[in-house]
C-alpha cells in the first residue's frame, strides 16, 4: 500500500466519525460546528480517549462513562463505513481517480446519514457530488461529457416523473425531490448507461432494508412505511461508479 493509500484508510475512521456528529446536530437543527462533543445525556465534555474512532466506543461497552446511559452503534458503524469506503476504493480506483472516488463515497456517506435521520438529503451536499462528477469528468475522460450530462438529466427526470405521478395517482409524496437531484448528480458520474444499475441495486437495496425493519418491529410493510431512499441510492451509485472504473469489461468497456 502507498502511504496515500494507507492514510485514506486512517482517515476514513475520523471522517466517519464527523460525519456521524454533523449527521446528528444537522438532525437535532443545531450548528454543524459546535466545538466539541459531549454526552447526550449528561452534557459532560468528552475528553481525548473517549473520542477515538470505533475503539472508544467498544472499550466504554457503547455507554457513558459516568451517566452510563447507551451510546448508540451509529459512531463506530458510521467510523467503519467511512474506513470500508477508503478501502473499497483502493482495491477499485486507478491512481488517477482514487481520491475523488473516496471522497465521492464519503459525501453519500453523509448524505445516508442525514436521510437516515431526517428523510432529507442536503442540496449543498448533492451538489457537491455534481461538482465532483463534472471534476472527474473532465479530469479523466473528456471526450464522453455528453453520455454523463446525459446520466445528470435523465436520473433527475427519472426519479422527478415518478415523484409527480406518485403523487397524482396516490395523492401522497412518495420520493422526495432529493432523491431525484441525488441519482441527478450519481448520472454524472455513472453515466446514462449506470442509470439503470445503480436504479436495481437501490430498489433491491431498499426493499430488502423495509423488510428487515418491519420483521424486527414486527409490523406489516404497507404502503405507507416510510423508508429513506437516499441511503440505497447512494449505495447503487458508489457500486455501479465502483465496478465501472475497477472491472470496466463489466459495464460494456464504458467508463
Ligand atoms: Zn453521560
Request: aromatic share 8%.
Amino acid at each position: 500500500m502507498t502511504s496515500l493509500e494507507i492514510f485514506l484508510v486512517l482517515a476514513g475512521l475520523l471522517i466517519g466519525s464527523g460525519i456521524d456528529a454533523a449527521a446528528d446536530r444537522f438532525a437535532r437543527e443545531e450548528s454543524w460546528i459546535r466545538g466539541r462533543s459531549r454526552c447526550r445525556a449528561c452534557d459532560r465534555r468528552l475528553v481525548w480517549f473517549e473520542l477515538i474512532p470505533v475503539f472508544s466506543w467498544l472499550a466504554a461497552r457503547g455507554r457513558c462513562r459516568t451517566c452510563k446511559a447507551p451510546i448508540g452503534g451509529s459512531a463506530p458503524l458510521t467510523e467503519l463505513a467511512g474506513s470500508a469506503i477508503a478501502i473499497a476504493g483502493v482495491l477499485c480506483a486507478p491512481p488517477d481517480t482514487l481520491v475523488l472516488t473516496v471522497l465521492l463515497g464519503w459525501l453519500l456517506l453523509a448524505l445516508a446519514a442525514i436521510d437516515l435521520r431526517t428523510y432529507l438529503l442536503p442540496d449543498a451536499l448533492n451538489a457537491g457530488v455534481l461538482a465532483l462528477g463534472i471534476l472527474m469528468d473532465a479530469a479523466t475522460h473528456p471526450g464522453d461529457w455528453p453520455l454523463h450530462a446525459a446520466g445528470a438529466v435523465i436520473g433527475y427526470g427519472l426519479l422527478w416523473l415518478v415523484e409527480v405521478m406518485y403523487r397524482r395517482l396516490r395523492g401522497r409524496d412518495g420520493l422526495g425531490r432529493g432523491d431525484a437531484k441525488l441519482l441527478g448528480a450519481l448520472g454524472m458520474w455513472v453515466g446514462v448507461t449506470g442509470l439503470a444499475p445503480v436504479l436495481l441495486i437501490a430498489s433491491l437495496a431498499g426493499i430488502a432494508a423495509a423488510l428487515s425493519m418491519s420483521i424486527r418491529q414486527s409490523s406489516a410493510l404497507s404502503a405507507t412505511t416510510a423508508i429513506a431512499f437516499g441511503p440505497w441510492i447512494a449505495l447503487g451509485g458508489f457500486a455501479v461508479w465502483l465496478i465501472q472504473i475497477g472491472a470496466p469489461e463489466f459495464s460494456g468497456g464504458f467508463y
